[in-house]
């Protein structure tokens, strides 16, 4: 094992370890490698490549604290953006029906309405069906036939 000299350690001032971390966060959300990452700032800023990562791991960290918000913030500043654009005179009547469509799902009044049963089928009861006639009961079995052919995907 070779003793060499280390050379003493050089603190990096917090003006430039913030702007280290803007520059790979930027890069980051280019998308580039963390490979290309790693060359880039290590040949830039004189650093160790094992110091880039430490850089790295703390500019993914806060950009992922300025992701996480709360859930109820994130839906509320999401309401008023489309409040926003349907108060907009510059709105288009398409954009301002998709802002009303984006605010009811954000309110979750986007369910689809469940169709009801039909009145004569709601008063088929065992009751009445037992007190039906062969005739009728056979009648009214091929009117449910009937519809349920028409209607398909309805709710019966």
């Known amino acids: 094992m070779t003793d060499s000299p280390s050379e003493p350690r050089v603190r990096t001032s917090r003006q430039r370890s913030e702007q280290i971390v803007r520059l790979i966060k930027k890069m980051i959300g280019r998308g580039s490698l963390v490979s290309e990452i790693k060359t880039a700032i290590a040949g830039e800023f004189q650093l160790s490549r094992r110091s880039v990562e430490r850089y790295i791991t703390r500019a993914r960290s806060e950009m992922l604290n300025e992701v996480e918000q709360s859930l109820e913030h994130h839906r509320a500043d999401s309401l008023y953006f489309y409040r926003s654009v349907i108060d907009s005179p510059k709105a288009t009547e398409r954009d301002r029906l998709r802002a009303r469509e984006r605010i009811d799902r954000l309110l979750g009044l986007d369910t689809k309405a469940v169709p009801r049963k039909k009145a004569w089928l709601r008063k088929l009861t065992p009751e009445v069906i ?27």
């Not at 037992?130 to 028409?150: A, K, P």
Request: charged share 45%; glycine share 4%.
């Open 130 to 156: 037992r007190n039906m006639s062969r005739e009728e009961l056979e009648s009214t079995r091929q009117r449910v036939i009937r519809e349920r052919e028409q209607s398909q995907g309805e709710y019966y």
